[in-house]
């Protein structure tokens, strides 16, 4: 979502960092690029006249001009002015000691928030958390049936009362339930509307006086731009929520939102939905989010997926086969699965500081070109996935016709990976490559 706003900061960044001496017009010109950079990204106007008063404040005098490196500083100045503006530290959900924690889902409808339930059960779920969903949202029609889908595919139990029409009864009915059963978490998913009117808000305050929730959470759509600003204010006028979550940040809206509501509101964004899976929902961190928007990375994130996909023993059996020449493709195909379920692959290459810049004018990367080599190698023997050699012309022309994929296709996979291995033989043996060389056999 933040590809163009990045693009435009990491260009100014990228020229005060080439300076090994900043002038005030300098200075001066970098803070109207900032302005204009945000304001283009659809940051709210005051947001902005405020974010650039404070950069240069902080710039202003001898922190710049006296340092030993002042475009670093600069680059610096903005990083932390970034993740000041998005909420300074991420911030947790509070949980009860004793009892089931309540979290109340509030947002208009078409936000995601039903969607956004689910994801977040599956998420604290990993937490070894007992997670329930009521399903309090009785005016759009088959919002309750979805919930029960979702909670399905999520684990999570759904408490739903067919036929009652009273939201606040089911929710104090599905607190009961979830005390009864020893629930760890309730979410409840409440009723949204096209625009933010008084009937909503009547129904939302009744539903939270009954169930008392830790925490409130007000779902909002980052597509919606500016406009998501506007409801997150009129939501805290009425219903003091206490945290945000926004949805589609990895659509291509401009990232005014999620740039905005902290500062407007005061309410700290606190999950981010990364993508239409249950399982593509992450908490949010101001300071890794400002360090991806100016292209240096976010290896702590990148660190924390992997550590859940793969484990101590996966990793020695992976360097035990590489070192003896026993990777093959059905492990190929294991750990390629193991990394797609970690997120879309271009996500998971700008949190490697400097792919996002390396990677702009690609395009994104085709997740579909992954469904297509998945395809192959299930359509291969167990021997062949062992011994690509054994793949020879007509082997090829079935592997393509079960795959639904081309002869060309299954040739271009058996001699990348013929190539890999060749690479990996190399490198377990300490002689890695030279740059020609490796270019010469990529050809």
Same mark, same amino acid.
Request: aromatic letters at 4%.
């Given at each position: =979502?933040?590809d163009q706003?990045s693009?435009?900061?990491?260009? *100014?960044?990228g020229?005060?960092r080439?300076?090994g001496?900043?002038?005030?017009?300098?200075v +001066?010109?970098a803070?109207?690029?900032v $302005?204009?950079?945000?304001l283009e990204?659809?940051? +709210?106007?005051?947001v902005v006249? !405020?974010?650039t008063?404070?950069?240069r @404040? $902080?710039?202003a005098? #001898?922190?710049v001009? @006296?340092a030993?490196?002042?475009g670093?500083?600069v680059?610096?100045?903005?990083n &932390?002015?970034l993740?000041?503006l998005?909420?300074?530290?991420?911030?947790e959900?509070?949980f009860?000691?004793?009892g089931?924690?309540?979290?109340?889902?509030?947002?208009?409808?078409?936000?995601?928030?039903?969607?956004?339930c689910?994801?977040l059960?599956?998420?604290?779920?990993k &937490?070894g958390k007992?997670?329930?969903?009521?399903?309090?949202?009785?005016?759009?029609?088959?919002?309750?049936?979805?919930?029960?889908k979702?909670?399905?595919?999520?684990?999570?139990e759904?408490y739903s009362?067919?036929g009652? /029409?009273?939201a606040?009864k089911?929710?104090?009915?599905?607190?009961?339930?979830a005390? #009864?059963e020893?629930?760890?978490?309730?979410i409840v998913?409440t009723?949204g509307?096209?625009? *933010?009117?008084?009937?909503?808000? !009547?129904?939302?305050?009744?539903?939270?006086?009954?169930?008392k929730p830790?925490?409130?959470?007000l779902?909002l !759509?980052? %597509?919606t731009?500016?406009?998501a600003?506007?409801v997150a204010?009129r939501?805290a006028?009425v219903a003091d929520?206490d945290g945000?979550?926004i949805?589609?940040?990895d659509g291509?809206? $401009?990232?005014g939102?999620a740039?905005?509501?902290?500062?407007?509101t005061?309410?700290?964004i606190?999950?981010?939905s /990364?993508?239409?899976k249950?399982d593509?929902?992450e908490?949010?961190?101001?300071d890794?989010?400002?360090g991806r928007?100016?292209?240096?990375?976010d290896?702590?994130s990148l660190?924390?997926?992997t550590?859940?996909e793969f484990?101590? !023993?996966q990793?020695?059996?992976?360097?035990?086969k590489? $070192?003896?020449?026993?990777?093959t493709? @059905?492990d190929?195909?294991?750990?390629?699965k193991?990394?797609?379920?970690?997120?879309p692959?271009?996500n998971?290459m700008?949190?490697v500081?400097?792919?996002?810049?390396?990677?702009?004018g690609?395009?994104q990367?085709d997740?579909?070109?992954? &469904?297509r080599?998945?395809?192959i190698?299930y359509?291969?023997?167990?021997?062949?996935?062992?011994n690509?050699?054994l793949?020879?012309?007509s082997r090829?022309k079935?592997?393509a016709?079960g795959?639904?994929?081309t002869?060309?296709?299954?040739n271009r996979?058996?001699?990348?990976?013929g190539?890999?291995?060749? =690479? =990996?033989k190399?490198?377990s043996?300490g002689k890695?490559?030279?740059? @020609?060389? %490796?270019?010469?056999g990529a050809?």
């Amino acid at each position: =979502m933040f590809d163009q706003l990045s693009e435009r900061l990491q260009g *100014v960044m990228g020229e005060i960092r080439s300076r090994g001496k900043l002038s005030e017009d300098d200075v +001066n010109k970098a803070l109207r690029e900032v $302005r204009l950079a945000l304001l283009e990204a659809d940051v +709210n106007f005051k947001v902005v006249k !405020d974010f650039t008063a404070s950069l240069r @404040e $902080r710039l202003a005098g #001898a922190e710049v001009s @006296e340092a030993l490196n002042p475009g670093q500083t600069v680059v610096k100045a903005v990083n &932390d002015e970034l993740t000041e503006l998005m909420g300074g530290a991420g911030r947790e959900l509070a949980f009860t000691q004793a009892g089931p924690t309540v979290i109340l889902m509030a947002g208009l409808q078409g936000s995601g928030k039903t969607t956004a339930c689910a994801k977040l059960a599956k998420l604290l779920a990993k &937490d070894g958390k007992s997670v329930a969903l009521a399903a309090c949202d009785l005016q759009r029609p088959a919002a309750v049936e979805q919930l029960q889908k979702l909670g399905a595919e999520a684990k999570a139990e759904v408490y739903s009362q067919p036929g009652e /029409t009273d939201a606040v009864k089911v929710a104090s009915w599905a607190l009961e339930q979830a005390k #009864a059963e020893g629930r760890d978490v309730l979410i409840v998913d409440t009723a949204g509307r096209l625009h *933010v009117d008084q009937e909503l808000m !009547d129904e939302l305050a009744a539903v939270r006086k009954a169930t008392k929730p830790m925490n409130v959470l007000l779902t909002l !759509d980052a %597509m919606t731009g500016q406009d998501a600003v506007n409801v997150a204010e009129r939501f805290a006028e009425v219903a003091d929520f206490d945290g945000v979550l926004i949805t589609k940040l990895d659509g291509d809206a $401009r990232g005014g939102a999620a740039l905005s509501v902290r500062a407007v509101t005061g309410k700290p964004i606190v999950y981010g939905s /990364t993508g239409e899976k249950l399982d593509e929902l992450e908490r949010f961190h101001p300071d890794r989010m400002a360090g991806r928007i100016l292209g240096m990375g976010d290896v702590v994130s990148l660190i924390e997926k992997t550590e859940e996909e793969f484990d101590a !023993d996966q990793a020695a059996d992976l360097e035990r086969k590489i $070192r003896k020449q026993q990777f093959t493709l @059905e492990d190929f195909l294991t750990q390629m699965k193991q990394v797609r379920r970690m997120g879309p692959l271009g996500n998971l290459m700008k949190m490697v500081p400097g792919m996002g810049k390396a990677m702009q004018g690609m395009g994104q990367i085709d997740e579909r070109d992954l &469904d297509r080599i998945e395809a192959i190698i299930y359509s291969m023997t167990p021997q062949e996935r062992a011994n690509p050699e054994l793949i020879n012309g007509s082997r090829r022309k079935r592997i393509a016709a079960g795959s639904g994929t081309t002869i060309q296709a299954v040739n271009r996979l058996v001699k990348q990976f013929g190539q890999m291995r060749k =690479m =990996m033989k190399q490198l377990s043996s300490g002689k890695m490559p030279s740059p @020609e060389q %490796m270019l010469k056999g990529a050809r």
